[in-house]
């Protein structure tokens, strides 16, 4: 019986994710076998078992049927027990994120974050966690990782297509070189900006 006072958000996924999730057991499943039934004795193929395995098990718990909010965090999870998560663990609140210390709650392409977003206003409005127990340091690290990418992808596609074309040092390099070879200083320099701020 559903308590009349629980707030319940059912994920919208996008069609493209929709499909990649229904298609990754059947097109795991279907490689398997073929590898299995031409060479069951190889080892490669139980490492590509294995890789396999381990991409399922890392990507589908991440899916959600259903959010509960009630007594406590209720995660339903498509072909998994449901995870509960207690409101006392909560340690920090994002976008879209809630850190916990039994595991952080993050919503892979959801259409509707907002519902997540407001069910957590909700339940803290409600008084299920205090203000104590959140760091308040997420929003901040989303908002500098958004900040980041927008300054240094950029900046990183024209300094590589400028690097390629006038070859400056003399040195010629792949197209994707030069722009990790941009970018990834940029990232640095603004991760530790950000971080020296924030401190």
């Known amino acids: 019986m559903m308590n009349p006072d629980e707030i319940v958000v059912i994920p919208r996924y996008a069609l493209r994710l929709r499909l990649s999730l ?5 097109i795991s499943g279907v490689t398997l076998w073929v590898l299995v039934a031409r060479a069951p004795r190889d ?5 590509v078992l294995l890789f396999f395995l381990g ?3 890392a990507v589908w718990p991440r899916f959600y049927r259903k959010i509960r909010f009630g007594r406590s965090i209720v995660l339903e999870r498509y072909l998994l027990p449901p ?3 207690e409101y006392s663990s909560i340690t920090d609140v994002g976008i879209g994120v809630l850190m916990t210390s039994q595991g952080n709650i993050t919503l892979p392409n ?3 974050v907002a519902d997540f977003d407001a069910a957590v206003q909700e339940c803290r409005k409600r008084g299920h966690w205090t203000d104590a127990q959140i760091k308040g340091e997420l929003v901040q690290q989303q908002i500098a990782a958004a900040i980041t ?3 240094a992808i950029p900046v990183a596609i024209v300094g590589s297509i400028v690097a390629v074309y006038w070859q400056p040092f003399g040195i010629e390099l792949h197209p994707m070189l030069w722009f ?3 970018c990834a200083p ?3 320099l603004l991760h530790v900006y950000f971080r020296r701020r924030a401190a």
């Open 83 to 85: 995870r509960i998560v």
């Open 180 to 182: 990790l070879g941009i």
């Open 149 to 151: 990418g927008a300054i």
């Open 110 to 112: 959801w259409d509707n």
């Open 43 to 47: 080892p490669i193929v139980y490492l």
């Open 55 to 57: 991409g399922l098990l």
């Open 186 to 188: 940029i990232v640095l």
């Open 22 to 26: 229904l298609s990754l057991p059947l």
